[in-house]
């Protein structure tokens, strides 16, 4: 499947001019590939309602966006890009500019020793606050990530997962933020054995529950999107991590589906699961999605940059619009010799950004 990847914050990048976009995240105003089975995955029957959490649990957290301010990094892929042409070919540097301008997530991808990974978060997540902005983290980690497609890797095995996260939540400690939860990872959950499908929920269950222990961090797990699992599906499998302890579930991430339609499919995995808030990545979701093709998630030509980050959704289900995924950062080879997972990518930049225009 698709695959995002991935700058892993440096230190060093601390050290640079820092500055935060006030984003409207007002209150909001009321309002692929399809799955051939809806049943819940191996290892889920009977899991499901299984927490003892009272349904209402969905809403005990208010909208963590309403009011609040995401960070641009002025060091991130499209702001170096765009400072390193601007003398000889401000044209391009400008496009850059429009990527690099707006927020977008920080993401956790290679696992550091526990107390390197604690004081990696906690020193982002200061700089961010320092200057009156949200925290927006990817927890990217999970053992066989990707089911070792372009963005293989994670933590070596399930011990060294729950010592991760531990970390990573330390690191957060009470301060606001807000973390989606392992791309891809129920989604994809199909791909592993039934041992290992039951592994990867029982750590995604106890990750939500460690992230959300402080009560001041809203999860949002990843579920995929409209056109890779059906709603009875994917109910299911938030259930089956007790899901409904998180915020919500995050939706589009990397992906190029409409936002129209991920809002409807928001609504209806909602209904579904008795609550639940949603986010959508638009970074790339301009025009919506290639109709056709193998890859339709990887590096798909003629695509545009999204929706900036916004909390006016329209949509009392959808909390916010976000650019989850670095517009820029190729998806993988894709079969093409593209550049590898995670890399800067100026041609695929130039584009989105030239047709979103």
């Known amino acids: 499947m698709k695959l995002v990847l991935a700058v892993t914050v440096t230190a060093g990048l601390l050290a640079l001019g820092l500055v935060a976009l006030r984003v409207p995240f007002g209150p909001t105003s009321p309002a692929g590939r399809a799955d051939a089975s809806a049943s819940p995955p191996a290892g889920s029957a009977g899991v499901a309602g299984a927490t003892g959490l009272p349904s209402t649990a969905w809403v005990a957290m208010s909208n963590p966006f309403r009011g609040a301010s995401l960070y641009v990094d002025p060091s991130g892929p499209a702001a170096r890009a765009a400072a390193a042409i601007r003398g000889r070919d401000p044209t391009t540097a400008a496009l850059f500019d429009m990527v690099a301008r707006q927020p977008q997530a920080d993401w956790l991808v290679d696992p550091l020793p526990d107390e390197a990974q604690t004081a990696q978060v906690a020193a982002r997540l200061a700089a961010i606050t320092a200057v009156g902005a949200l925290p927006l983290f990817v927890a990217y980690a999970i053992p066989k990530r990707d089911c070792g497609s372009y963005s293989a890797g994670g933590s070596p095995d399930a011990a060294a997962y729950r010592s991760w996260i531990r970390a990573v939540a330390t690191g957060i400690g009470t301060a606001r933020a807000v973390v989606i939860l392992e791309p891809d990872a129920l989604p994809q959950l199909s791909c592993l054995p039934d041992d290992q499908q039951q592994e990867r929920l029982d750590l995604l269950r106890d990750a939500i529950g460690v992230l959300v222990a402080s009560g001041t961090v809203a999860v949002y797990v990843d579920a995929g999107n409209s056109h890779y699992r059906s709603v ?126």
């Open 232 to 357: 009875a599906t994917m109910s299911g499998r938030l259930r089956s991590v007790g899901a409904e302890r998180a915020r919500g579930f995050a939706l589009n991430v990397s992906n190029f589906w409409s936002t129209q339609e991920q809002v409807r499919y928001a609504e209806q995995l909602s209904r579904a699961l008795g609550g639940g808030h949603a986010v959508i990545d638009t970074s790339r979701n301009g025009p919506g999605p290639l109709l056709s093709g193998e890859r339709v998630w990887c590096n798909p030509p003629n695509r545009a940059l999204g929706a900036p980050p916004t909390g006016e959704t329209g949509s009392d289900v959808v909390d916010a619009y976000l650019w989850v995924k670095h517009p820029g950062l190729s998806d993988g080879p894709c079969e093409r010799g593209e550049p590898a997972a995670g890399t800067w990518w100026g041609q695929y930049a130039r584009g989105l950004a030239e047709r979103a225009q």
